[in-house]
């Protein structure tokens, strides 16, 4: 690797004649040949679609909930980090969807649409170079999602929501949280007792948050906090605003509206690492409703990934109103390419199994869709609610983006920080 650039002196220049004797290969010239090549790779897919089957009435109300994140950097060293983080859900009605153009909607008509149907969240995290009231960067940033996710402008409804899934509320049961790793001593704690919101290590007696059963502490250092940390916060949001809407329904009684309803997430339905301890009671609350016939359909989106990228490839072949779903061995030989483990994909941290659905030549996603308890069977009977959200989905299609959804591109609109100018003018401000 060449060395880079400083203040005083130039960048070291790489050879522009190194790679002469690498193209002296016959094998290496093979190649190249082949990715020069313009012409579409044919691709033998071991898919196998079915129909998408029908007969079902579209769900009439639709939530969709998306974050965005930006993160600016001071110009000069010591270098100070702030992560500026915003959530937004949105409730829509499918009759009002369906007045709009789909290729070039009114701005009028949107403005009425997401009147008064939006709620949001933002919140800031110091990642390096600054402190709180002579705190540590260390329980500074613990302190502050604490407090943020107890956001007064939502009525601490998310927070709220944390509460009833971590200690499974839902079941009428006084459960104590999932246990994890004291963010002071390290060592685990069995859990807080049931509903507490606060607490001190059974080890050190150290301070506890519920928060910190998360796991967000796990990425932190005592002076810095990776831009990681962010990131998962954002996603655990966006997961207890979905949820939010989920919990009021279900805790008013209101299960013919909760059963009338779609819940839409941008991104899988997926926790990765320590932040996965929600996947399980998110788990048995989809299969504690499923025993109790109260239907709830949620699904995720992906826009993006190696799941995305291999449905592109074979959407190409797969005939028009079709779906597959793919089973933990095509996943691993198909689209991860990886050696056999013991245990299947998304075993720990998904709480909905992948599914690809082609609907025309220009819509083909790849959702997630809750199955109560894990199982890695390619069967379709396993997917909660398929057919209602399957059929549901249709009328939302947007013709705007690709592949795209009209309820998460709408709710994108509330969350996005985009890198330019918003992030100029965030920076503007964390300066003064």
């Known amino acids: ?71 600016i950097r001071s110009d000069f060293p010591p270098y100070k980090e702030l992560s500026f983080i915003k959530t937004a859900l949105l409730r829509l009605d499918q009759h009002a969807i369906e007045k709009l153009d789909p290729v070039a909607p009114h701005p009028m008509a949107l403005r009425d649409i997401m009147s008064d149907s939006a709620m949001y969240h ?15 960067n260390y329980d500074a940033v613990r302190r502050i999602i604490f407090d943020s996710l107890q956001d007064q402008s939502l009525n601490a409804e998310p927070y709220k929501t944390l509460k009833w899934l971590a200690y499974e509320k839902w079941s009428g049961q006084q459960k104590s949280s999932p246990s994890f790793g004291c963010p002071h001593c390290e060592k685990d704690i069995g859990g807080l007792s049931f509903d507490q919101d606060e607490g001190a290590c059974e080890h050190c007696g150290g301070h506890l948050y519920l928060t910190d059963m998360i796991g967000f502490h796990l990425e932190m250092s005592e002076d810095a906090a990776p831009e990681s940390v962010a990131t998962a916060y954002m996603l655990i949001h966006e997961t207890l605003l979905l949820f939010t809407g989920i919990r009021f329904f279900w805790e008013a009684k ?54 995305f990228d291999h449905l592109e490839i074979i959407a190409r072949n797969a005939p028009n109103n079709s779906l597959f779903a793919p089973s933990n061995e095509y996943i691993r030989k198909e689209i991860q390419h990886r050696p056999e483990r013991a245990e299947p994909y998304g075993s720990r941290t998904n709480y909905g199994n992948k599914l690809f659905v082609k609907f025309d ?27 209602r959200i399957l059929v549901s989905l249709p009328p939302i299609l947007s013709h705007r983006h690709e592949c795209a959804l009209v309820p998460v591109e709408l709710a994108n609109g509330v969350a996005s920080l985009s890198s330019y100018p918003s992030a100029a003018i965030l920076k503007v401000f964390a300066d003064i």
């Open 1 to 71: 690797m060449p060395y880079q650039g400083g203040k005083r002196l130039s960048g070291e220049k790489a050879s522009k004649l190194g790679h002469l004797d690498v193209v002296n290969s016959a094998l290496v010239n093979e190649l190249i040949e082949q990715f020069e090549d313009q012409e579409p790779a044919q691709v033998e897919s071991l898919a196998n679609w079915e129909a998408i089957p029908n007969g079902e009435t579209p769900l009439r109300l639709i939530f969709a909930v998306d974050g965005s994140k930006q993160t």
């Open 122 to 136: 933002a919140t800031v995290l110091p990642l390096k170079g600054l402190s709180i009231n002579g705190q540590s």
């Open 254 to 307: 209101k299960y013919s509206v909760l059963s009338n309803a779609l819940f839409i997430k941008d991104g899988p339905l997926f926790l990765k690492g320590q932040y996965s301890k929600l996947v399980i009671p998110i788990r048995n609350f989809f299969d504690f409703a499923k025993q109790k016939g109260i239907s709830v359909h949620v699904v995720g989106q992906e826009k993006t990934g190696a799941f």
């Open 361 to 387: 030549e220009y819509h083909h996603l790849v959702l997630s869709i809750p199955t109560g308890h894990y199982t890695d069977t390619d069967s379709l009977d396993v997917f909660l609610s398929l057919n």
